[in-house]
Nanobody, 115 residues
Framework: QVQLVESGGGLVQPGGSLRLSCAAS????????MGWYRQAPGKQRELVAT???????NYADSVKGRFTISRDNTKNTVSLRMDSLKPEDTAVYYC?????????WGQGTQVTVSS
């Protein structure tokens, strides 16, 4: 069983930055693909960024060049650095961890981009 706890959300002005973190419990963290997803009000949950255990990274087109995903396998954490934030980035951001049939989600953290 893996538990994921996100932190770092909040209110930021357009053009600002935030860093989200996700701490994972359990073993064999390094083999899991880790990802960040988001869900805005009235919209479906969507992929933001993923990073496999081997280091392969994938970004949604809407965040390329602005967001950076990273992981520290020694600390069982994955982070999302968000720069040049836009109002349309406002959403609840979820951390996800999966490997094979094992699939875990965090509880989410709110990010609001507004002046």
């Amino acid at each position: 069983q893996v538990q994921l706890v996100e932190s770092g959300g909040g209110l930021v002005q357009p053009g600002g930055s935030l860093r989200l973190s996700c701490a994972a419990s359990g073993s064999f963290f390094s083999v899991y693909t880790m990802g960040w997803y988001r869900q805005a009000p009235g919209k479906q949950r969507e992929l933001v960024a993923t990073m496999s255990g081997g280091g392969t990274i994938n970004y949604a087109d809407s965040v390329k060049g602005r967001f950076t995903i990273s992981r520290d396998n020694t600390k069982n954490t994955v982070s999302l650095r968000m720069d040049s934030l836009k109002p349309e980035d406002t959403a609840v951001y979820y951390c996800r961890s999966w490997f094979g049939a094992r699939d875990y989600w965090g509880q989410g953290t709110q990010v609001t981009v507004s002046s």
